[in-house]
Each structure stands twice: as C-alpha cells, then as structure tokens.
C-alpha cells in the first residue's frame, strides 16, 4: 500500500533554512511525478513544486529561487529544501503523488502525507 510520511518541518526565523523530507513506499511502480503542496490556514492548498519522472521539475512562481525539489532514489526520499524562508511560507507542507498512470494536476494527487508544519517568525 501506497505511504507518504513527511518530516524535516519545525520553526525557523525569516532567513532561515530548512529541508523537509518525504519517505515513500509500498508503491509497486513509478508514479509520473511527485509533488510538494502547502496549505495556511484561510487559504487555498498551493502546488509548491513538482518533479516529473523524466527529471525536470517545476517550482512555484512565489518560491522559485529559494526552494529546490529533489530525490534520493537510493533512500526512497523525496526532498524539499528552503532557503530565505519568509513568514508567507508559514503553512503545513504535504508531499503527493498520482496513482499508477495519473495525471500531475492537484486533482489528480492520490495519495498524501499526513503533513509537516513550517512556522516562520518574522
């Protein structure tokens, strides 16, 4: 059975860095892509930043610079790190991904982690 287990979040001053990790398993195949969301409280759940099976990736407009999205295929870990995080980043971050043969579209997302806070204090 498909698992995503998010952790690496905590609270950090406006500059500051962190990386969040994404275990995965349980999956029999490659999914097309997997994902880093984050959700504020009040606000829409926003696509943070994507990496595709081919190897490209796509980042977020709003974070685009400061965070990167990579993978460990030896660990089974997905990463995202943060550079100059700003109170605006504060927010719970959940990795996804589609199941076998889906789409990338938030919509699409199957499975989830349970979540990690990111706190940003200014």
């Known amino acids: 059975q498909e698992q995503l287990v998010e952790s690496g979040g905590g609270s950090v001053q406006t500059g500051g860095s962190l990386r969040l990790s994404c275990a995965v398993s349980g999956y029999t195949y490659i999914p097309y892509c997997m994902a880093w969301f984050r959700q504020a409280p009040g606000k829409e759940r926003e696509r943070v930043a994507t990496l595709y099976t081919r190897g490209d990736t796509f980042v977020a407009p709003s974070v685009s610079g400061r965070f990167t999205i990579s993978k460990d295929p030896d660990k089974n870990t997905l990463y995202l790190s943060m550079y100059n995080l700003k109170p605006e980043d504060t927010a719970t971050y959940y990795c996804?991904?589609?199941?076998?043969?889906?789409?990338?579209?938030?919509?699409?997302?199957?499975?989830w982690g349970q979540g990690t806070q990111v706190t940003v204090s200014s």
């Open positions: 996804a991904t589609p199941t076998y043969g889906g789409r990338c579209g938030a919509d699409d997302m199957k499975y």
